[in-house]
């Protein structure tokens, strides 16, 4: 397991977060704020569990574009976590802190989680 820093799902989730904030202000739609926190965190705690399973199995960045799916698309943990910008910001200065924020999450997460597995590993030899 490597302990590398991972700048490209990082990326990945200020490119898609980025790219949400601007349908976001694009399309402008109207929900209760709370809603939209809800739903901002619930895909928050998916990506979370995306990650870890991701990062359990060895998963490459793109294994989510598939034969099956006809090539539609790439969902990773990074892309859920960078919909969930969408959710959680009401103007575009909001979401560019949010999208920051998130990406800085991700890098942390996954450092983590590897440690984290890494540790359980060691105390199962």
Known sequence: MRF???Y???LYVLV???ACIVVR???SPSFPQILGLAIGVGL???SVALTVIEIMKGLDFFYGYAENWNGYGIVNSGFI???SAFF???DWQMGIMIVILLGICTLIERFCVRYII???KNDQK
Do not use: E, P, Q, Y
């Open 118 to 120: 890494s540790l359980i």
């Open 25 to 27: 202000m694009a399309t």
């Open 8 to 10: 490209k799902m990082t």
């Open 16 to 18: 898609v977060g980025s």
């Open 44 to 46: 928050c705690l998916i």
């Open 81 to 83: 976590a960078g919909m």
């Open 4 to 6: 590398s820093i991972d």
């Open 88 to 90: 959680f910001s009401r």
